[in-house]
């Protein structure tokens, strides 16, 4: 059973910091692109960062280059998103999911194109 857990989300002031876990099991991790995204209200879901854990490439989106990182932990055995220099803008629930490369002809980082979805965590930045 395909299961997507995150952890870590909650409230940050402008500048601060936040670090995002999410464990995933159920599937071929090695073989999956672990990605997360994140939905304002009112807004569209976006991709915020994704990584192979097929190759370890990476991929941010223009506006959290520099901020923020996305890395495997593998004693945790989790995907984290460490967030810095936090903005108003990033206020959001964050969701991770996952493509499973099997069921993929090409590794993305589009919301289309994941296979499972956590319930996601909220991350409010505010004074």
């Known amino acids: 059973q395909v299961q997507i857990v995150e952890s870590g989300g909650g409230l940050v002031q402008p500048g601060g910091s936040l670090r995002l876990s999410c464990a995933a099991s159920?599937?071929?991790?090695?073989?999956?692109?672990i990605g997360w995204f994140r939905q304002a209200p009112g807004k569209e879901r976006e991709g915020v960062s994704c990584?192979?854990?097929?190759?370890?490439?990476?991929h941010h989106a223009n506006s959290v280059k520099g901020r923020f990182t996305i890395s495997r932990d593998d004693a945790k055995n989790t995907v984290d998103l460490q967030m810095n220099s936090l903005k108003p803008e990033d206020t959001a629930v964050y969701y991770c999911?996952?493509?499973?490369?099997?069921?993929?002809?090409?590794?993305?980082?589009?919301?289309?194109?994941?296979?499972?979805w956590g319930k996601g965590t909220l991350v409010t930045v505010s004074s």
């Open positions: 999911a996952a493509q499973d490369l099997f069921r993929a002809t090409s590794p993305t980082c589009d919301a289309y194109d994941m296979h499972y």
């Open positions: 990584i192979s854990l097929r190759d370890g490439g990476t």
């Open positions: 159920g599937f071929t991790l090695g073989h999956s692109v």
